[in-house]
């Protein structure tokens, strides 16, 4: 046994934090891959003086398509493990909204968790964002497509749209709704891997209705 071996043997048995989590999601074939990188990566150390973090040895994992970022324990895992989910917010605010918009707020949900709106609780969201202007923004990862999908996403939206209605607030006071959804399937048919809806005219589909709920 190398001494890289003897060090990933140590490494394996002293896991925790984002590596932890991932390394339990993996299958034998992507663990196997997954400790060729890691044992690359320490002789590169070693040859150029250097150390790789954490998050570094995942980015490795995505770019060699080891991990799935839709998942949501990989994308938790990436982007969550950080103070102040730095990570998360450079994701949305670039990727998203091309630098154009600042996150005020950010908060992540327990995956038991429901959001409560006028006393129900019938959705799920994971992430609740609060941007500069006060737009509210939900985030959700979706694996697979089902029947009911589109309901389900123009629900979330519309529930969360609605929490900002205060008795006596004029309507011209409340601010657009943003539902991000990220999706490794096709489910607009558009070649694009990012597209856009809101409410349009029946008889004019380039003019916008209302742009008070958005779906990225």
């Not at 048995?13 to 663990?31: A, D």
């Not at 089902?146 to 004029?170: C, D, N, T, Y």
Request: net charge negative.
């Amino acid at each position: 046994m190398d001494k890289y071996q003897k060090k990933f043997k140590e490494f394996k048995e002293n896991m925790q934090g984002c590596i932890l989590q991932v390394w339990q999601e993996l299958n034998s074939e992507q663990k196997e891959m997954a400790e060729e990188i890691i044992m690359q990566a320490w002789e590169e150390e070693d040859t150029q003086g250097f150390r790789y973090s954490d998050q570094q040895l995942l980015a490795c994992f995505l770019s060699n398509q080891i991990l799935y970022p839709c998942s949501d324990a990989v994308f938790k895992a990436i982007f969550l493990n950080d103070e102040g989910y730095v990570l998360l917010k450079d994701l949305i605010c670039w990727t998203i909204f091309q630098g154009q918009k600042k996150i005020l707020d950010l908060t992540v949900l327990p995956s038991e968790q429901n959001i409560s709106v006028f006393g129900d609780k019938i959705f799920h969201c994971d992430i609740l964002v609060v941007l500069e202007n006060n737009e509210k923004c939900n985030i959700e990862m979706q694996l697979t497509h089902h029947e009911g999908l589109s309901s389900r996403m123009v629900i979330q939206a519309a529930k969360l749209h609605v929490s900002q209605a205060k008795k006596g607030l004029e309507f011209l006071s409340i601010k657009p709704t943003l539902s991000l959804w990220i999706m490794p399937f096709d489910f607009t048919g558009f070649q694009d891997c990012y597209s856009s809806a809101r409410l349009r005219f029946d008889q004019d589909s380039a003019k916008i209705m209302s742009d008070d709920m958005q779906f990225h």
